[in-house]
């Protein structure tokens, strides 16, 4: 291996031996029979609605509770992300461009698979339920290589905006200890995950990106953008709102897509995903109508 490949491997390397420790160290999580009423279960400034006339015509505990069910949807996507991960992880294990890693990957399953049942945990017990998948995925042909980088550059982007959540929230004293700790120990795994992550994606583009025509070149970078809006309006669920009173079911869609089109919405969002976007500019991945825009 040479280049990118053998930095990538050495990387995985490290990984590997990084997972194994902190498997060794790991101790279960405390779960409380209740979580109380008045508890931060989400950063106030990371709810959907904050800084909307909806936002400011709650009281505290009408805030409060919404925050709680905005947790259950931002880990409910959690799940259905990393199942979605692990179904394409355990698919491409052992294939040719992946192969050499499958002693990271092992442990970047098991770690994805520990996830799960910390997210699926706190919304079982403290909510009773976990939201449907809303995605829909058409098939469709792709360039030789080009559908594996779609999905190791989709998990990089999930991850990336996970992430930013995790690592804001695990700081946050307003919130409850177990909502700390969870998005703390997310955030220690999936720091590695997106180091490996970004590697293989770099890795993945140079290697098959030139024997790609223009028009699959291109296309790339349009797809990954529209993946992150369309990742983005997922954290605007309209169950939550009819869940925290915000509004009646049939209702609830309006408010999810006035809410998503707000300039107030937009700005976070934008801030929020600086990384995100960042790191897809620098691999060559961000498309030029977007920077055009900006």
Not at 281 to 294: F, H, V
Request: charged residues 25%; glycine residues 4%.
């Amino acid at each position: 291996m040479r280049g990118a490949g053998s930095e990538l491997h050495a990387v995985a390397t490290f990984l590997t031996d990084v997972s194994v420790q902190a498997a060794a160290e790991a101790t279960p999580l405390v779960w409380p029979e209740h979580l109380p009423d008045d508890a931060w279960c989400m950063s106030p400034e990371l709810v959907s609605l904050h800084g909307l006339p909806a936002w400011d015509a709650l009281d505290e505990a009408g805030r409060r509770r919404l925050a709680f069910f905005e947790c259950v949807n931002f880990f409910t996507l959690n799940i259905h992300g990393e199942r979605a991960l692990m179904e394409g992880i355990a698919r491409r294990l052992y294939a040719k461009d992946l192969a050499d890693h499958a002693h990271y990957l092992h442990h970047f399953l098991a770690e994805e698979n520990q996830h799960m049942t910390w997210f699926g945990g706190f919304c079982r017990r403290y909510a009773g339920k976990i939201y449907p998948d809303r995605k829909l995925v058409l098939p469709r042909e792709h360039a030789p290589g080009e559908d594996d980088l779609l999905f190791f550059a989709k998990v990089m982007i999930f991850e990336l905006l996970v992430d930013t959540f995790n690592r804001r929230m695990a700081k946050d004293e307003r919130l409850h200890p177990l909502v700390r700790e969870i998005n703390r120990r997310h955030h220690e795994d999936e720091s590695r995950h997106l180091a490996f992550g970004r590697l293989l994606v770099e890795d993945l583009w140079r290697r098959h990106a030139p024997a790609w025509s223009e028009a699959t070149r291109a296309a790339v970078p349009a797809y990954l953008a529209a993946y992150l809006t369309a990742t983005w309006k997922e954290y605007y669920n309209p169950d939550v709102y009819a869940d925290a009173g915000i509004a009646a079911p049939g209702a609830a869609a309006r408010v999810a897509r006035e809410a998503f089109a707000s300039e107030v919405a937009r700005a976070r969002r934008a801030e929020i995903e600086t990384r995100c976007v960042r790191v897809l500019r620098d691999l060559g991945l961000w498309p030029i109508s977007q920077e055009q825009a900006a």
